[in-house]
């Protein structure tokens, strides 16, 4: 069994300032991880991916996430937010020896503020 | 290649009516997947494909859902009976080898109403 957890509902930095979305995940064997965005009104972008390679994870638009096993987290952030970051975050876990399902946490909703 | 498309954008429909909807991957793209997204949940795995085979469906698809993907391409997704309960937004996605080493690429989603 698989499941993450997104420790925060809502997120609200200043324009500028560090953004820190935080996310918790359990598996009984080693995962792989995502981060995705969804902008209103819009599909679903892959961020960035971690598979078992560097811990430390760069993906696009800055974002960042670091893999700590000992943890079990998957917290994504970046240096210096944009307005343009605005928007719903999901962290996702999934198991590389199952083809299919990844499961989905319920989202962060980032609100930057001017 | 212009990503995933998903039809309609939008659809309502009044309880009891069947629905159906229609994704078109990414064409290299051999691995076809729906999920489903209500409002302030993330989103559910229904079901997917590789090329024209069904490998699993989640137990949330009920028997009034059916999914096909007949010649390894396009797939559509039935809804018989529609219920209130089935009112969310429906997401398709596709990836090249197994998404859970790559990730997925989305379509932009169909959000069904049931009134």
């Known amino acids: 069994a698989q499941s993450v957890t997104q420790l925060d509902s809502h997120v609200s930095v200043s324009e500028g300032t560090p953004v820190l979305l935080r996310c918790n995940y359990s598996?009984?064997?080693?995962?792989?991880l995502f981060w995705y965005v969804q902008h209103p009104n819009k599909g679903l972008q892959l961020l960035l991916k971690?598979?078992?390679?560097?811990?430390l994870v760069k993906g696009i638009n800055g974002f960042e996430a670091e893999f700590k096993k000992s943890e079990t987290s998957f917290h994504l952030t970046k240096p210096s937010a944009h307005m343009s970051d605005a928007a719903e975050y999901f962290c996702?876990?999934?198991?590389?020896?199952?083809?299919?399902?990844?499961?989905f946490g319920d989202g962060t909703t980032l609100t930057v503020k001017p | 290649d212009t990503g995933v498309s998903q039809d309609p954008r939008h659809k309502i429909t009044k309880r009891g009516q069947n629905v159906t909807f229609r994704c078109d991957p990414i064409s290299e793209h051999n691995r076809l997947y729906w999920y489903r997204q209500t409002l302030g949940q993330g989103p559910e795995f229904l079901t997917y494909f590789q090329n024209e085979a069904q490998l699993e469906k989640s137990r949330l698809l009920s028997d009034r859902f059916s999914a096909e993907r007949p010649k390894g391409s396009f797939s559509t997704l039935e809804i018989q009976r529609t219920e209130q309960g089935d009112s969310a937004m429906y997401l398709c996605?596709?990836?090249?080898?197994?998404?859970?080493?790559?990730?997925?690429?989305f379509g932009s989603g169909t959000r069904l109403t049931v009134v």
């Open positions: 598996s009984s064997y080693s995962p792989s």
């Open positions: 971690y598979t078992s390679a560097a811990t």
């Open positions: 996605a596709s990836s090249s080898e197994t998404g859970a080493n790559y990730g997925y690429t």
């Open positions: 996702v876990v999934s198991d590389p020896r199952q083809a299919g399902k990844s499961t």
